[in-house]
């Protein structure tokens, strides 16, 4: 197993694409903490996980600074010891630029971008212990300006940003800093079919493999890979996990 003895700290692991990761890292052999605004999912995921592996479910809401640096400290409290984070939840709203609100801007960057800046800093003490590694989430969306991602695209791209910033700051400790930017049948995903059909079927139209990956075994696998020994000398990147819809040059 790629990750036995290792602690994981996932960020947004109740649902969604950050639930794939969560279960990919248990099948891995990590120990794995989580925190989510969702106390019923979250708990759910917990028992399923617990069935695996160790784990553990902290209900934190990311737009409170002092939930995200208790729930830090709880992880660090019972694991002592930190392997890898990985910064997947993220809220947003798809309004057009010209009615984007500073309150919209808000909800993105206090739920993406700050959480996670906060969070990387917090986890680097004992990263560079470990030799660990970060997986921070971004977005083809925000990569091609998708229109109506004003705060997404706001928040994604000041994620990858720092991503490249810490990566080459810490890369003399040997932490790996990557970003993954995923297209994952989450329930967010789903929900949006529900609303936008037409959309959704243009969208899958578009992506080469023409289907969306799974959260677990096409996101979820990868981020394991990215946390692993056998990604040591990866730092720095943008990995489209896209089905091949954007091919970076
Ligand atoms: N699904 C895709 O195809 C896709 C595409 C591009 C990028 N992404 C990125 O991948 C990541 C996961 O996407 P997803 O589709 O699984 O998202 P999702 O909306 O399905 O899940 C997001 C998770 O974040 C949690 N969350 C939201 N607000 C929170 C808050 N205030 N406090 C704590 N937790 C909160 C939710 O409860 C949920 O568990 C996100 O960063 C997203 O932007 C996803």
């Not at 160790?54 to 830090?72: I, P, R, S, T, Y």
């Not at 969306?141 to 229109?147: K, Q, T, V």
């Not at 810490?170 to 789903?190: F, H, Y």
């Not at 959704?200 to 394991?224: F, Q, S, W």
């Amino acid at each position: 197993m790629k990750l036995a003895d290792h602690t994981i700290l996932v960020n947004g692991g109740a649902a969604g694409i950050g639930r794939g990761v969560v279960m990919a890292l248990a099948k891995e052999g990590a120990r794995v903490a989580f925190f989510d605004s969702s106390e019923e999912k979250g708990r759910i995921t917990e028992k399923e996980v617990s069935e695996r592996a160790e784990c553990m479910f902290v209900k934190v809401n990311l737009l409170d600074k002092d939930e995200v640096a208790q729930g830090f400290k709880q992880v660090i409290g019972r694991f002592k010891t930190l392997h890898g984070l990985v910064n997947c939840a993220q809220a947003s709203r798809n309004v057009p630029f010209l009615d984007t609100t500073e309150e919209e801007l808000r909800l993105a960057l206090h739920t993406g971008f700050l959480p996670a800046f906060h969070l990387m800093k917090w986890s680097y003490p004992y990263l560079k212990e470990t030799q660990g590694s970060i997986v921070n989430f971004a977005s083809g969306a925000a990569l091609e300006g998708m229109p109506t991602q004003t705060s997404y695209a706001a928040a994604k791209e000041a994620l990858r940003g720092i991503s490249r910033v810490a990566a080459k700051e810490w890369g003399p400790d040997q932490i790996n800093v990557n970003i993954v930017c995923p297209i994952a049948a989450s329930e967010g995903v789903l929900e949006w079919k529900e609303k936008m059909p037409e959309a959704y079927e243009k969208m899958v139209n578009n992506i080469p493999l023409r289907r969306l990956g799974d959260c677990e075994h096409d996101v979820g696998r990868v981020v394991c890979f990215l946390l692993s020994r056998d990604a040591k000398f990866i730092t720095g990147q943008t990995i489209m996990v896209d089905g091949g819809t954007i091919m970076l040059r």
